[in-house]
Nanobody, 119 residues
Framework: QVRLVESGGGLVQAGGSLKLSCSASGVFFKDSPMAWYRQGPGESRILVATVDTRGTTNYQDSVKGRYTISRDNAENTVYVQLDMNNLKAEDTGVYYC???????????WGQGTQVTVSS
């Protein structure tokens, strides 16, 4: 059974920091690249950062140098973190974690966690 639970969001002033956490339960997550996605107000969900099974990371240009994604594999659960620093108003949105399958988006999503950055 697939279950994704995100947490750690909140309201923060510009320049501040947040740490997002995600637990992804399901047998296939441990062998899959993982990612954090963001959906801003009135916008589509976009890819923000990825981490593959070896720990190699990639970031959207706008967050490079400010965000750090990491993962920790347990038996049937993958824990994915997103450290967010020097936050900007444009970072505002609901953040979701999930598997990263390139252009193919997963069908099942968690509830996400809201990040609001006040300028």
């Amino acid at each position: 059974q697939v279950r994704l639970v995100e947490s750690g969001g909140g309201l923060v002033q510009a320049g501040g920091s947040l740490k997002l956490s995600c637990s992804a339960s399901g047998v296939f997550f441990k062998d899959s690249p993982m990612a954090w996605y963001r959906q801003g107000p009135g916008e589509s969900r976009i890819l923000v950062a990825t981490v593959d099974t070896r720990g190699t990371t990639n970031y959207q240009d706008s967050v490079k140098g400010r965000y750090t994604i990491s993962r920790d594999n347990a038996e049937n659960t993958v824990y994915v973190q997103l450290d967010m620093n020097n936050l900007k108003a444009e970072d505002t949105g609901v953040y979701y974690c999930n598997a990263y399958w390139g252009d193919v988006r997963p069908d099942v999503w968690g509830q996400g966690t809201q990040v609001t950055v006040s300028s």
